[in-house]
């Protein structure tokens, strides 16, 4: 995929807010501002693939408890250099969770964010242009934690909102409802 080819993806996503829309434009600016905006050099920011991860019936969400931000998130890392930003999210989702059997429900983004990432060693504090997906693991395998996490759960998708603060993250799941076609 080419920076034109995810732009056009990108037009093609129906924001569900205001503030998903705002982030959208500034991700699309972002694309533009950069021949090969793939790259992680870039110092003001970072394509990103992330995903929430579902179990197969559906009923449950996988959240890592990330280890420098210290919340509870969905899997997902850094573009380096990887075009495809669902690529990116199967890759980082399998990556950090051990979970080798994982499928997209669509080739087309869930949802988009842009978030703000604190300044930790030698990165500076800079902005992650996160392109999200919604995955779905097959049965019977076992979670295995990343280096990047200190913990790794499944969490009934109805209680979210008891452990989730992110705004983001939550309009995510009000969106899996509407794919899914129900409110579990």
């Known amino acids: 995929m080419s920076a034109a ?6 037009r093609r996503h129906v924001p569900r807010d205001a503030r998903e829309a ?3 434009a500034e991700i699309l600016a972002f694309v533009a501002r950069h021949r090969n905006p ?31 931000l210290g919340r509870w998130l969905q899997p997902g ?58 995955l779905v693991a097959a049965p019977g395998q ?3 934690p990343s280096e990047e996490s200190t913990a790794l759960q499944w969490f009934e998708r109805r209680r979210l909102t008891t452990v989730l603060m992110e705004k983001s993250l939550l309009r995510m799941e009000r969106k899996t409802r509407a794919v899914l076609g129900r409110s579990s």
């Open 77 to 134: 890392g850094h573009a380096d250099g990887d075009p495809d930003p669902l690529r990116v999210a199967l890759r980082e989702a399998r990556e950090e969770s051990g979970l080798a059997e994982l499928a997209a429900l669509s080739e087309e983004p869930l949802d988009v964010d842009v978030h703000p990432i604190p300044a930790s060693g030698d990165d500076p504090a800079h902005l992650h242009y996160d392109i999200r997906y919604l």
């Open 5 to 10: 080819t995810l732009a056009d993806a990108l």
């Open 142 to 144: 076992e979670l295995r």
């Open 22 to 24: 705002a982030d959208l």
């Open 38 to 68: 793939f790259d992680r050099a870039i110092s003001e920011g970072h394509l990103t693939g992330s995903a929430l991860v579902l179990s197969d019936a559906g009923d449950r969400v996988l959240l890592l408890f990330h280890l420098k």
